[in-house]
């Protein structure tokens, strides 16, 4: 048996692990780390820090319960031929996405900011999405993998909670998928944005999701396990 009842707002939600993926999203250097994209566009990256742990959490339990993981990237060629010019354009030339910062060409693949921080690394069987937009079904295979594994339901993390994760959500609605935002393993710059980004999906009873904790969902994993 791997149904179990999560705790959640705007009520509980019933979730089949064999058919639920972990999807972390974009928890890349290029926004947790000084010098990226998200220090770029004038933030406090270290406001992102608080998501760090819980993701650390919730992927080892995801692990440990053999449940699919699937971590993205946001980021472009290093050619820039994926990379509209409306969203290259904003901000002085130095800091665009492209300019070269200490860790490479901001928000370019192959560059040391465009990694994944080091505390949640992929596995070398995990999914790794690299995704041009904000949203990660925007021009990838996600969906495809998703429904190639009869995957229903998302749990999902990372940052920024009212940019990507958002986006991803709104776009995982539509695709028929039920999301499941840990909201203590998401991020913003902005408290406020975090917060409201997260009341927004669980309002109108769930008009995008459903929103829990990373420690309700690991006591349902291990009671997974002692049931399994
Ligand atoms: N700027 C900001 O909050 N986020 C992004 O640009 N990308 C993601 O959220 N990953």
Redesign the pocket.
């Known amino acids: 048996m791997s149904r179990f009842e999560i705790p959640a707002n705007p009520s509980p939600l019933s979730v089949d692990f064999a058919r639920t993926a972990l999807v972390i999203?974009?928890m890349?250097r290029d926004?947790l780390e000084p010098g990226g994209?998200?220090a770029a566009?004038g933030?406090d990256v270290s406001r992102l820090v608080a998501a760090v742990e819980p993701c650390r959490a919730i992927l080892t339990g995801a692990r440990a319960a053999g449940m699919l993981v699937i971590h993205?990237r946001?980021g472009h060629r290093p050619d820039l031929s994926d990379a509209p010019p409306a969203k290259v354009e904003r901000g002085p030339a130095d800091k665009r996405i492209g300019a070269c910062g200490p860790m490479g060409r901001i928000l370019i693949r192959g560059e040391a900011g465009h990694d994944i921080i080091p505390a949640l690394a992929p596995l070398p069987d995990e999914p790794v999405i690299d995704k041009p937009g904000?949203g990660a079904f925007y021009q990838t295979d996600l969906d495809l993998m998703l429904r190639n594994r009869g995957i229903e339901t998302l749990m999902v993390t990372?940052?920024?909670?009212?940019?990507?994760?958002h986006?991803t959500v709104r776009e995982a609605n539509d695709r028929g998928y039920r999301c499941l935002v840990l909201g203590d393993a998401c991020a913003?710059?902005?408290a406020e944005f975090h917060e409201v980004g997260l009341r927004m999906i669980a309002a109108q009873g769930g008009i995008f999701g459903w929103v829990s904790t990373t420690e309700e969902v690991l006591a349902a994993l291990a009671a997974n396990q002692r049931a399994a």
Not at 158 to 165: A, F, L, S
């Open positions: 999203i974009d890349q926004f994209f998200g566009l933030n993205t946001e904000k990372g940052v920024t909670t009212e940019v990507c994760v986006t913003s710059y902005f």
